[in-house]
């Protein structure tokens, strides 16, 4: 057989969903209680009894009295007020079996499906199925029916207790069994709607066997509910049986059912007080999400001010990395939070003038307005940081450039002029033959042509660092002190070479004999020698470029090098030559040479070798060439890629913003229609955004490949971002629109056919199609729907619907005032007749009463604002409410 537990979980109300949740604790272990069991024994027989005794007839023991269906006919027949079925008398099994069915088929025909009990169960007289079919009776005929606002059955039984015993000391109703041990629940029950019967200060927690058996003795004496539980049963369980508690708490509830007079009184001002405290909530919240905004615009501002340069390309790069981080990270929620911001704001307005509240007025400095034209300076601060980190970058680079080929340059000139000094200052003429003494002239006179050839690699030096200072360098006293010993050393060399020539010339009186073919060899080889030097030079320079124009002038200028060197190489062997003419003239006459040139340190083996390095140089300068070339088409395809997508995007955002606006105007169906289909519309917009999310990608590309210009289009990243931001914004804004309508129609009660006939009318006089009217075309609206208006009168009504002076009239602000001139809604005078019930009809009320009659926090919101009251029948601690209600709808400060 299927347990209880399984059965009592399938009970269910047609049409209207199920009246009660399964109980969890209805479960095979805890009916087995005998404590539990014992407890649902007396509560259910008593409970019977309070039924059956209005037919004259009672039960001893429920499973045997019941087994031959006639008292449970009788029973059912007492509480629903209904005939059941003429019952079969016979005493035989069949004939208990019959009536039983009888019973459960009326059962059931009250909306409770019974799952796994059957009449041969309760014919047997089976305790738990037994127990089971009478909890089912009591939840459906006493406690199904029990409605608190908006809840039912056992929370709405739950919520009851609660409210009725929360000015009790001591009492913390949370279920229907730990919280009821101590007795103080039951008595606070009865004092709060007999006070009389029970002096309650005088109880004690800690006597609950005296607390329960003086409330089961008043409520049996007085209130005419029998006592159908012992004290000694509860404080001796551990947890009192929760159905044996909620079945004697309903008879309370009951009982006490005739009361409600003042609570609905109580549940009117708790709604209105309700409102108001939500619209202080709203205001609040607005508060501190517009200052918490405000402040991190603040904070954030002077950084993007900031234009304090770092000194290296690395630590420029981690602002610029800083800068994106910013963007993808930190400010995206702060975009949303300024789109809810406003949201908010529409939202709390239209909730005040639903309920006939003044409107909001945010603080100073945290107007709506004020929040934008600080995210606008926040926008152009950003941009102008973002240029200037760009620019920062490409001055670095510069930097960079222009230092790496200082350094090449000046070590160059600093291997040159190694050992240069010691070679001007020797004195190997003074025992040097004619022959050598003259060879030192002619050699002197090459180097001369050396060192001035030098001049324009001293000057080229000298003037990068010149430039370096100009840009502001970081390392520029060591470039200028560098700069300076190559300076200070290039004079050095001056004067000794001069000092050297007048040497030599001293002595050239003393050289009669020149050998010219050395002397030829110097004069062409060094130059030759210069020029494959600034070749290598060159071919290992350095080039920074930004397009393909740029990297292909420079591949043509290296095709042109190249041209020219098969004239080099015949200048090469031309020297060459010169060399070998000396070594066969030397073997002609028997002439032993020393093996070196005396005018020249440049032999024909570093002739060669260097011409090979040329030659080798000259492939890997293809290559590199070729290989920025390739850099710079890539970059190119980034500009493309990024264009291409940017010019759909970009179109894309401005066709939807020009949709939008003239969505919000066509629009026809019900509001939830055009609710639905506005969302569905944000949601094909939302859909869109991994295209810009694919664009910021391609965007990041282009920023990571130092790409700064784009012909290909017109639209920046800047432009997409602000124009997707403001897409969002405004389908949001439209959306709560809508819902601001949904709001204002289901609180005037307005139907859809008259919102369809007031938009039809905005629209017919809305001759701009902007969803904003002027003061004549709103006269026009008024005067077709009836309207006979004066200048004062329609004076009265623009302060109404545009109340800052706009002159500019919008669908909301129409929509609310045909509301309040055709629908009714909560007024000061109602709330003021609300008090005047709790009160007594006294012209006053006191704390006491607010407190008895009022949840908690809303009696001690009633009693912080009330003046006192100045009539001549105040009492000690009369509080006004009649100002207090006036004082809700604005009329006067609270």
Not at 421 to 427: G, P, R, V, Y
Request: charged share 30%; with cysteine; hydrophobic share 35%.
């Amino acid at each position: 057989m299927v347990d209880y537990h399984e059965a009592n979980s399938q009970f269910q109300q047609p049409n209207h969903g199920d009246y009660m949740q399964p109980e969890e604790d209805w479960d095979r272990d805890l009916l087995l209680d005998p404590a539990w069991e014992r407890q649902q024994r007396k509560t259910f027989t008593a409970w019977c009894n309070s039924h059956l005794r209005k037919a004259g007839t009672q039960i001893e023991v429920i499973e045997e009295d019941f087994r031959d269906g006639l008292k449970l006919m009788l029973l059912l027949e007492v509480i629903s007020g209904e005939r059941l079925p003429k019952p079969e008398r016979g005493k035989m099994r069949v004939h208990k079996i019959n009536n039983v069915n009888k019973a459960l088929d009326f059962i059931a025909s009250k909306g409770v499906k019974l799952v796994s009990i059957g009449a041969e169960e309760i014919v047997d007289g089976n305790v738990k199925m037994t127990l089971g079919m009478i909890w089912t009776i009591i939840l459906r005929f006493a406690i199904q029916d029990i409605s608190v606002e908006e809840t039912s059955a056992k929370e709405g039984l739950l919520l009851w207790c609660q409210r009725k015993t929360a000015p009790y000391k001591n009492v913390n109703v949370q279920n229907f069994h730990i919280s009821w041990k101590d007795g103080l629940a039951f008595n606070a029950l009865i004092h709060r709607h007999r006070p009389e019967l029970i002096d309650y200060d005088k109880l004690r927690k800690d006597d609950p066997l005296t607390n329960l058996n003086n409330a089961f003795e008043v409520a049996e004496k007085y209130l005419d509910i029998p006592k159908m539980l012992d004290a000694e049963d509860i404080v001796g369980t551990l947890r009192p049986d929760e159905k044996a508690i909620m079945t004697y708490v309903s008879c309370y509830y009951h009982a006490f059912s005739g009361a409600q007079k003042a609570e609905t009184a109580a549940n009117r001002i708790c709604k209105v007080l309700a409102v108001n405290q939500e619209n202080e909530h709203l205001m609040e919240d607005y508060e501190k999400l517009a200052s918490d905004l405000l402040e991190w615009i603040r904070q954030t501002k002077p950084w993007l001010e900031n234009r304090e340069p770092e000194k290296t390309m690395q630590a420029m790069q981690q602002k610029l990395e800083d800068f994106r981080d910013y963007r993808r990270v930190h400010k995206p929620p702060k975009v949303q939070e300024k789109c809810q911001l406003e949201i908010n704001f529409n939202t709390l307005q239209t909730k005040l003038r639903l309920s006939n509240r003044p409107a909001f007025m945010p603080s100073e400095g945290k107007m709506v307005s004020d929040i934008n034209n600080a995210w606008q300076g926040l926008e152009q601060a950003e941009k102008g940081y973002e240029e200037w980190l760009l620019n920062e970058i490409r001055r670095l680079e510069r930097l960079d450039h222009l230092a790496e080929k200082f350094r090449q340059k000046a070590t160059i000139h600093e291997d040159w002029t190694k050992d240069k000094e010691a070679m001007l200052t020797q004195k190997d003429y003074e025992t040097a033959t004619l022959a050598d003494i003259k060879a030192l002239l002619k050699k002197h006179e090459a180097f001369e042509s050396d060192l001035a050839a030098h001049q324009d690699r001293v000057e080229q030096i000298a003037a990068i660092a010149q430039e370096l200072n100009d840009l502001d360098y970081y390392d520029s006293p060591n470039v200028n002190a560098r700069c300076q010993t190559i300076c200070d050393h290039w004079d050095t060399l001056g004067s000794l070479t001069q000092s050297r020539r007048d040497a030599l010339e001293r002595t050239e009186k003393l050289q009669e004999t020149i050998d010219q073919l050395y002397l030829e060899y110097a004069k062409r080889a060094a130059p030759f020698n210069n020029w494959m030097e600034g070749a290598m030079e060159d071919l290992q320079d350095m080039f920074i470029v930004h397009t393909t124009e740029e990297i292909q002038g420079l591949i043509a200028a290296h095709e042109q090098f190249k041209e020219t060197l098969p004239d080099a190489d015949k200048e090469r062997e031309a020297i060459l030559g010169i060399h070998n003419e000396m070594m066969k003239i030397a073997q002609s006459y028997n002439i032993k040479l020393s093996g070196v040139n005396p005018y020249t340190s440049i032999t024909s083996q570093s002739i060669n070798d260097k011409w090979d390095k040329v030659q080798q140089f000259v492939p890997a300068r293809d290559q590199a060439l070729q290989a920025e070339f390739n850099k710079q088409q890539s970059n190119e395809h980034l500009r493309e890629q990024f264009a291409n997508k940017a010019n759909v995007v970009g179109p894309w955002i401005q066709t939807k913003m020009q949709e939008i606006g003239r969505i919000s105007i066509e629009m026809h169906g019900t509001l939830e229609d055009q609710l639905n289909q506005l969302k569905q519309y944000e949601s094909s917009i939302i859909n869109y955004k991994p295209n810009i999310e694919k664009l910021e990608q391609d965007h990041q590309l282009i920023q990571e490949a130092l790409i700064f210009d784009n012909k290909h289009t017109n639209y920046t990243m800047e432009h997409i971002r602000v124009g997707w931001e403001q897409l969002l914004t405004t389908i949001a804004r439209t959306i709560n629109e809508i819902e601001n309508q949904i709001l204002t129609r289901d609180a005037k009660g307005i139907s859809q056919d008259q919102l369809n006939e007031f938009r039809s009318s905005f629209n017919h006089f809305d001759k701009k199609r902007t969803g904003l009217m002027d003061a004549d075309d709103f006269r026009a609206l008024l005067i077709s729907t009836g309207y006979s208006l004066g200048e004062a009168e329609f004076a009265r009504i623009m302060s109404i619907v545009a109340p800052n002076n706009t002159e500019e009239v919008s669908f909301q602000a129409f929509i609310d005032f045909m509301s309040r001139e055709t629908t009714d809604t909560d007024t000061a005078e109602q709330v003021m007749a609300s008090f005047k019930i709790l009160a007594g009809d006294k012209s006053y009320i006191t704390a006491e009463e607010l407190r008895r009659e009022l949840p908690p926090d809303q009696a001690e919101y009633c009693i912080a604002r009330m003046a006192p009251y100045r009539g001549p029948d105040a009492v000690p601690g009369a509080l006004d409410y009649m100002s207090f209600s006036t004082a809700l709808y604005g009329e006067s400060d609270l």
